[in-house]
């Protein structure tokens, strides 16, 4: 079975400090890994995604993530936080069962960014 | 090109009443899911609907059912209230169905049950 951990509910860090947000994933298959954030009581929000080929995935707002097979780990990075990244954020597996695509998310990251 | 929408935004309900979400899906998207997120969790898958057929359900009860109308559209229905039942319900869509296609989310109905 698919499953996704994100390390750290809850992570700060200071304005200009670099941004690490940790996602472990099991998959007996090649996954797809996707990250979301979710600002408050808003949807959530494609950052990134590894599909297939190179393994560091930039994204949106400056992040990036790599894949590592031999870690089987999907971590989100930003060299210098800003205060507007202040959200939760979410890793998700995309799983395909018996025709139905869904995601698996992990319980989430929220991160702070102290001025 | 507009996004996905949900209403209504809030709703507050009583335990054991019933109630309706609507999703509208971005153009061009046949697909819906229906997620729920519970507070301080990820969203859980509840289920998808493609080309107006159920294609497939997380796990939750059966008084969870949905609707795909032909423009795609969705409502998530959900009978005899319970208070675990109060989330953050997402709606999302993608323009068909792949693993490696992103889902589109629109911004919740966050339901309170009381």
């Known amino acids: 079975a698919q499953s996704v951990t994100q390390l750290g509910s809850h992570v700060s860090v200071s304005e200009g400090a670099l941004v690490l947000l940790r996602c472990n994933y099991s998959?007996?298959?090649?996954?797809?890994l996707f990250w979301y954030v979710q600002y408050p009581n808003q949807g959530l929000q494609l950052l990134l995604k590894?599909?297939?080929?190179?393994?560091l995935v930039k994204g949106i707002n400056g992040f990036e993530a790599e894949f590592k097979k031999s870690e089987t780990s999907f971590h989100l990075t930003k060299p210098s936080a800003h205060m507007s990244d202040a959200a939760e954020y979410f890793c998700a597996v995309s799983r395909s069962t018996s025709g139905t695509y869904k995601y698996i998310f992990g319980t989430g990251t929220r991160l702070k960014v102290l001025a | 090109e507009t996004g996905v929408t949900q209403s209504p935004t809030h709703l507050i309900k009583t335990r054991g009443q019933q109630v309706t979400l609507r999703c509208s899906s971005q153009s061009g998207h046949n697909t819906v899911s229906w997620y729920q997120q519970a507070l301080g969790q990820g969203p859980q898958f509840i289920f998808q609907?493609?080309?107006?057929?159920?294609?497939g359900r997380g796990n939750f009860p059966p008084r969870f059912s949905g609707l795909q109308f032909p423009n795609y559209s969705s409502e998530l229905n959900v009978n005899a209230l319970e208070l675990d039942d109060s989330a953050l319900y997402l709606c999302?869509?993608?323009?068909?169905?792949?693993?490696?296609?992103?889902?589109?989310f629109g911004p919740g109905t966050r339901l309170t049950v009381l």
């Open positions: 609907y493609y080309r107006e057929e159920e294609n």
């Open positions: 590894y599909t297939t080929g190179a393994t």
């Open positions: 999302a869509s993608s323009p068909w169905m792949s693993s490696y296609n992103e889902q589109f």
């Open positions: 998959s007996s298959v090649p996954p797809y």
